[in-house]
């Protein structure tokens, strides 16, 4: 893992509908993320917040015209693309904390450009696949993974002046349990891998990571991991927008985030949804910095 990381916060909330999961990042923070990894010998440098706007939270009516908060949505995800660009540039680490999942679109398009073939790890209850087409809600952040295959809203799908950012051959989906008919027929029709937890827990844990490592090691260039803390379930990780029971358990995330750290393979990593005033005493934000212990190679011994 590169020694050198810069943490970036970006606290939004207008790619859905419940406020708090602008608070994520401060959550993130205060739940003890900076000294948890600078005890692991790590360089950090925090760089703050993103500055979002607060427009007036406007929905629309039809689903061609329902992106909830297009133009916010727009402008902050350009912003964080920038940073993350530079912070690679920079031959740094970047660790982006969300707000809501939404951010995925401007952390990608700030990743994608310096790798040929990068990988993506969705680690998530859901697939992030609508477009205004297939969404029920207008919610952008249920469109950050197919906006960055290049389907969408032009606007989103040509941030940071390039698109598509990753291929679906590219993709590893892990812990999918609640997918739309839309993100459905996509998943097939690209063919895109995906753990549902059925997989997870027909195969277990070890073996869909072991899986997924050989899978993109072997095409990529780089891996991005996506973490949505909705991805493991509302026992464990309560403090967030859109839980889903019989999710992945806080021990099956420990396994991963470990497996990935031994496989030396994430070059960049968003963690994402942590929202604490759904939260209980800040167990998710908590849950979080531990499973980015993990995943920057904490050990019991």
Known sequence: MNKNVSIIGVPMDLGQMR????????????????????????????????????????????????????KAVIDANEKLATQVDQVIAEKRFPLVFGGDHSIAIGTLAGVAKHYENLGVIWYDAHGDLNTADTSPTGNIHGMPLAVSLGMGHDSLVNIHNYNPKVKPENIVLIGARSLDEGERMLLKEKGIRVYTMHEIDRLGMAKVMEESIKYLKDRCDGVHLSLDLDGLDPHDAPGVGTPVIGGISYRESHLA?????????????????????????????????????????????
């Open 257 to 301: 985030m470990e497996m990935l750290y031994e496989a030396d393979m994430i070059t960049s990593a968003e963690f994402v949804e942590v929202n604490p005033i759904l939260d209980d005493k800040n167990k998710t934000a908590t849950v979080a910095v531990a499973l980015m212990g993990s995943l920057f190679g904490e050990k019991l011994l």
């Open 19 to 70: 406020r708090g999961v602008d608070m994520g990042p401060s959550a993130i923070r205060y739940a003890g993320v900076v000294q948890r990894l600078e005890n692991l010998n790590y360089e950090i440098d925090d760089l703050g917040d993103i500055e979002i706007g607060r427009p007036e939270r406007v929905s629309s009516t039809t689903p061609h015209d329902s992106l909830r908060n297009l």
